[in-house]
């Protein structure tokens, strides 16, 4: 089955930087559309940045300027830069891709599902 982890999380002061890290494993036929999502304590998920698989990006008007979503697919691995952290950019970070999972493979044909896979999360705190 295709997991995402991601990795990165830590404490840092307002105005700090991290870079937060997921890849992708399993049987991978192909993966898509990939995005960071947050979710701070006491509210709902959010969209904090997208990449198509040609490289497309799209952002929260909340981190323009400040976050950087990329990738690398020969890698299966999705970044997010993070720059000029403030307070309310703490919460729990998750990684989550449209994924075609193999099935089966011969000589002839490939057979997948398409499938959109979350991460575990992880966590970024800022704080002085």
């Known amino acids: 089955q295709v997991r995402l982890v991601e990795s990165g999380g830590a404490e840092v002061q307002p105005g700090g930087s991290l870079n937060l890290s997921c890849v992708a494993s399993?049987?991978?036929?192909?993966?898509?559309?990939m995005a960071w999502y947050r979710q701070a304590p006491g509210k709902q998920r959010e969209l904090v940045a997208s990449?198509?698989?040609?490289?497309?990006?799209d952002y929260a008007d909340s981190v323009k300027g400040r976050l950087t979503i990329s990738r690398d697919n020969a890698e299966n691995t999705v970044y997010l830069q993070m720059d000029m952290l403030k307070p309310e950019d703490t919460a729990y970070y998750y990684c989550?891709?449209?994924?075609?999972?193999?099935?089966?493979?011969?000589?002839?044909?490939?057979?997948?599902?398409?499938?959109?896979?979350w991460g575990q999360g992880t966590l970024v705190t800022v704080s002085s």
């Open positions: 990449i198509t698989g040609r490289g497309i990006t």
């Open positions: 399993g049987p991978i036929f192909n993966i898509h559309d």
């Open positions: 989550n891709a449209d994924v075609s999972e193999m099935i089966a493979s011969d000589a002839d044909s490939v057979q997948y599902r398409n499938l959109n896979v």
